[in-house]
């Protein structure tokens, strides 16, 4: 019963330096999404794919990129990290893309740019 | 998605019922209401969804009256473990409009023994 799974789940990374973080759904979901939560803020989009080989901006996309090679994977990239994302980031999966459908989230990245 | 507004916060003992109301004017025709509950360090997870009159499940019970105005949770007899982030959306299931779910600051219970 895995559900969504995001690797790693902690990270300290220094000024400008780049990294990758990984979600895998082993529901057959179509519809992926990545958020970032800060402190008082709730949850924020940043990007979203509504199928294998498919992105588009979410919310607050500035400074990340993504891609969704296989339907299961959807990675977020930093190219160049900057202390402003400094955040906890949750991958979500949903079979559709409404609210109709429930979104199963992971457990969260915490990410701390320094 | 519709707005929505609910307590920042709210406080609770255990063996209590809690019920947390949320106002959604705006709601459209084909609008559902849904909750979800985050604990510290997760990401948050569905436990409630309705489109009118009541909704239980073995988790909680959804009561929306018939202008669908607002909306509210119920948790029946809480324990410490009921002490999360609950939030409330509102959106239809049409598939238009701006993708992804759009969470607000949500209401942060807090139960004590």
């Known amino acids: 019963n895995a559900g969504v799974t995001q690797t790693p789940k902690f990270r300290v990374l220094k000024t400008g330096q780049s990294m990758t973080l990984l979600c895998a759904q082993d529901?057959?979901?179509?519809?992926m999404y990545w958020y970032r939560q800060d402190p008082g803020m709730g949850l924020r989009l940043i990007h979203y794919?509504?199928?294998?080989?498919?992105?588009a901006k979410g919310e607050v996309p500035d400074g990340y990129n993504v891609s969704r090679l296989k339907k299961q994977n959807f990675l977020l990239g930093l190219e160049s990290a900057a202390p402003s994302q400094t955040s906890v980031y949750f991958c979500?999966?949903?079979?559709?893309?409404?609210?109709?459908?429930?979104?199963?989230f992971g457990s969260g990245t915490r990410l701390t740019v320094v | 998605l519709a707005k929505t507004t609910q307590p920042i916060s709210m406080d609770s003992y255990e063996g209590q019922e809690v019920n947390i109301t949320c106002s959604h004017n705006?709601?459209?025709?084909?609008?559902?209401i849904t909750w979800y509950q985050q604990f510290p360090s997760q990401g948050p997870r569905f436990i409630i969804q309705?489109?009118?009159t009541k909704v239980t499940n073995e988790v909680a019970s959804l009561f929306i009256p018939a202008d669908r105005k607002s909306s509210t949770l119920s948790l029946p007899r809480v324990s410490l473990s009921d002490t999360a982030v609950y939030y409330c959306?509102?959106?239809?299931?049409?598939?238009?409009?701006?993708?992804?779910?759009?969470f607000g600051k949500g209401t942060h219970l807090i139960i004590q023994p």
């Open positions: 979500a999966s949903s079979y559709g893309r409404t609210l109709a459908y429930g979104y199963t």
């Open positions: 529901m057959n979901h179509e519809y």
């Open positions: 794919s509504v199928g294998e080989g498919t992105t």
């Open positions: 705006n709601i459209a025709t084909n609008d559902y």
């Open positions: 309705g489109y009118k």
């Open positions: 959306l509102v959106g239809g299931n049409s598939g238009g409009g701006a993708d992804g779910l759009t």
